[in-house]
């Protein structure tokens, strides 16, 4: 059955715009209740502007008190969502990334884990709507915009399985995307003017345990351009990897793993930190934030250069953190920056200071199994998709504000 437009199932991964004016949301129709999942494009201003009327008393024709969050509204996401914007794409998608074209065009990118594929989606900043080669309509991206296979060439590998989570850099014009059950990472080459292409893959990155296969989870990269380098992470094993993109003169390019380190600084007798699931650096690359469910902990690690040009990777802080973390997401909406935890089985949202060794500043109940975040920061807001009620929560980051702080707004009905 095909999905209903404008209709958020199932949210995981979000994304947002350079400008801070669309969002993205990808439903990954977990239970199969459609025909695919979908990304939507929802107005971001249009949702700014319901939430300052309802701090101002006035209450959006969509949307009614929502009777479980004092002072928060509950709207129908279908008028905050872009008209004929959105399209279909496969199943159990849990992530995308935005690159961005110039001239306010994007590139959506998406690690797709029914197909398994990496499927592309094109945005046009004048006409705002997403097009991936299926025609006109709610349409299924085209096999042309999904990437199965290595270069397109028949007698080179397929994606490996359980594509997970991706990280874009505009500049390069490359991603990275990690694979759950494999500890692979493949390289997108993803030219602004061109097609993309899967260019490489390194497999045997992490090792398995007694628990579960070897699995690569966040990605990051440090800073967009030439020489960015990619931190890894695993599931399985208490260690970071970098990568780094190299060229050759008329062909793709292709990865290239240099140093690791160990997350040694919190832990067990071994001080040894492991499933990590989820890695975000500052605006200048020189501060990284990680993750980690055994122990749940957020650690902050100083990733500036030495004289050599080697990052440190030296422990800075660490804090404790929900069971469970899902992800993470780093923001300043006025008072510096933060870092943003949320935690999926017990629906809340962890707010930790970096500054000195860093510490827990509030603790934010956001609804069932939030998963991914993603923050507008010139609008002080940030959005969390929660996973079992089928909408998206939008977190108040005004510290002006008497809501600092709370959900004020939720796009979509909650099942």
Known sequence: MRPPEA???????????PDDRVLFALSANSDLRYDSGTINAIDVELVHAAVLAARGGTTDPACTSDLDTPGAIECDEAPFTIGGAGVRVGNFASSL????????????LVPVRGDPSVTWIEWDAASRQLSCGGGAGFELCSDEHRLTRMREDGDLPELADEPYDIAVDSVAEVAVVTHLRSGTATLVHSPAAGTPVLADALGGLFAGNTNALPGATGVAGRLDGDRNIFYVQSRTEDRIQMLTVAHQDGS??????????????????????????????DATGDRAYM?????????IYDTSLDPSGVPYNRLAG??????????????????????FVSCFNSGEVYVIDPRGASSVESVISVGRAPFAMV???????????TFLEDSVAVIDLDPTSSTFYRVVMRIGVRS
């Open 7 to 17: 209709e958020l199932f199932f949210p995981t991964g979000l994304a947002m715009s």
């Open 97 to 108: 990334a935005v690159q961005d074209k110039s001239g306010g065009n994007l590139r959506l």
């Open 375 to 385: 923050a507008a920061e010139s609008r002080q807001l940030l959005f969390v998709s």
């Open 318 to 339: 660490v804090s404790d953190v929900c069971r469970e973390a899902s992800s993470l997401a780093v923001a300043d909406g006025g008072i510096g920056e933060r870092a």
């Open 252 to 281: 793709l390019p292709f990865l290239v793993p240099s140093s690791y380190f160990f997350l040694n600084g919190v832990g067990g007798a071994g001080g040894a930190s492991s499933d990590s699931r989820g890695v975000v650096f």
């Open 291 to 299: 993750i980690n469910r055994s122990p749940p902990s957020l650690m």
